[in-house]
């Protein structure tokens, strides 16, 4: 008797719960048709009235920056509010309901796109997602979103540089008399934007802005998110510094080898071909900005010249090397250059002819080295001291 009266408890509640199911989707499909009847799509509401207030806001998950092509790429999702009275309701007149899902060609959107796209003649980056209606005609849509913008690069203390981009919203066909955009005190919230392994999205500002236009007498109405980023830079400081000792200790080290050694030669070309190496892995990653390089980029610059007339200061020192003569500089010079006895034999460990004690223009050579070694110590000194201030 108990488990019979049990079961015919709980088919009544499932009758009933089937029962109201039923009258909600009843009156869910009267309320659509009920709104959509008359509705005109293409119609901005409040038409007749004044402007539509459109609440703008936006959510960065990610952001990345391609510094070849100058574009920032931005994932997340925007979120829109307006009110349509149009789609206003009674929810004691359709069962209660206080909300509706509308797609999207269902009903009037407003036409907000990214102004400074990097997508030519492609607009609509906007997903696909529903509108919420609610009974007041208040509409909520959040679409997500993937944004394309040219962003105006400053590499001139690459890879030290902190990038600053914008990303300006605003109606693509409504004056401010007829779209009017607020941003509801709404700020970016940087905890939910994914960690970029090059870049760290520091700060995003926020402001609306009412511009005229040569065009039109009336006032356009745009919101510009500035993103400030910073190169996180800890990985290409050691590969400079590595590259900067590298290439100090080969140039130092030709002035270092014996006057007459054609080694001197084959340092300096190594050398050259490292630098090239790495100012061709810098033009790989920099775009080619002529007008505004960076320092680094000038330094490396700076330090192929070094080289090239460190290439010929070695020749002419292993010219003069092997030259007849003799060429006496005082005591006074030659303390000041460290110039003592010279070793005067070949490669071969042959002694060269017409040198005499003083090595003659093996002396000269030996002069020459030194005072290389000094000036370029003092310079290579001054560069890494500088790279170093600015890590």
């Not at 913008?149 to 693509?172: A, H, M, N, R, Y």
């Not at 290439?247 to 300096?268: D, E, Q, R, W």
């Not at 460990?349 to 000269?364: A, C, D, K, R």
């Amino acid at each position: 008797m108990t488990a019979g009266y049990h079961f015919a408890l709980l088919c009544v509640f499932t009758l009933l719960n089937l029962s109201v199911a039923l009258r909600t989707d009843i009156a869910g499909d009267s309320l659509r048709s009920t709104l959509l009847k008359h509705y005109d799509r293409v119609a901005r509401p409040n038409l007749a009235v004044n402007a539509t207030t459109i609440t703008f806001g936006m959510t960065l998950t990610h952001v990345d920056l391609d510094e070849i092509t100058s574009e920032l790429t931005t994932h997340g999702w925007v979120q829109m509010a307006w009110s349509d009275a149009r789609l206003a309701w009674d929810p004691n007149e359709f069962g209660g309901i206080k909300s509706i899902h509308f797609d999207e060609q269902e009903i009037w959107k407003p036409d907000i796109y990214l102004c400074n796209s990097a997508q030519a003649g492609e607009i609509g980056t906007y997903g696909s997602s529903n509108m919420v209606v609610h009974y007041d005609g208040s509409i909520l849509w959040v679409p997500p979103a993937k944004f394309r913008s040219f962003c105006d690069l400053e590499l001139k203390i690459w890879p030290f540089d902190v990038q600053t981009c914008k990303l300006k919203f605003g109606s693509w066909s409504y004056s401010g008399s007829h779209v009017d955009l607020q941003t509801g005190g709404q700020s970016i919230e940087l905890d939910l934007v994914t960690k970029n392994a090059e870049w760290a999205l520091t700060n995003v500002d926020t402001a609306r802005n009412s511009q005229f236009y040569p065009c039109c007498p009336e006032p356009y109405i745009d919101i510009t998110y500035t993103l400030h980023m910073a190169r996180r830079s800890e990985g290409f400081c050691t590969g400079i510094m590595l590259a900067m000792i590298t290439v100090t200790l080969l140039s130092l080290s030709a002035f270092l080898l014996p006057t007459h050694s054609g080694i001197k030669i084959m340092v300096n070309s190594v050398n050259l071909i490292f630098i090239c190496f790495v100012l061709y892995a810098m033009a790989e990653r920099l775009p080619a900005l002529t007008y505004k390089p960076p320092k680094i980029a000038l330094s490396f610059g700076c330090f192929l010249l070094m080289t090239v007339v460190s290439f010929c200061e070695s020749v002419l020192v292993i010219k003069l090397s092997n030259s007849n003569g003799t060429v006496n500089f005082p005591t006074i010079v030659n303390k000041a250059l460290f110039i003592g006895k010279v070793d005067t034999s070949n490669s071969f460990g042959e002694v060269l002819e017409g040198t005499g004690s003083n090595g003659g223009w093996h002396q000269v050579a030996v002069a020459l080295d030194r005072c290389f070694f000094v000036v370029y110590a003092v310079l290579y000194s001054l560069k890494i001291f500088c790279f170093y201030a600015m890590v």
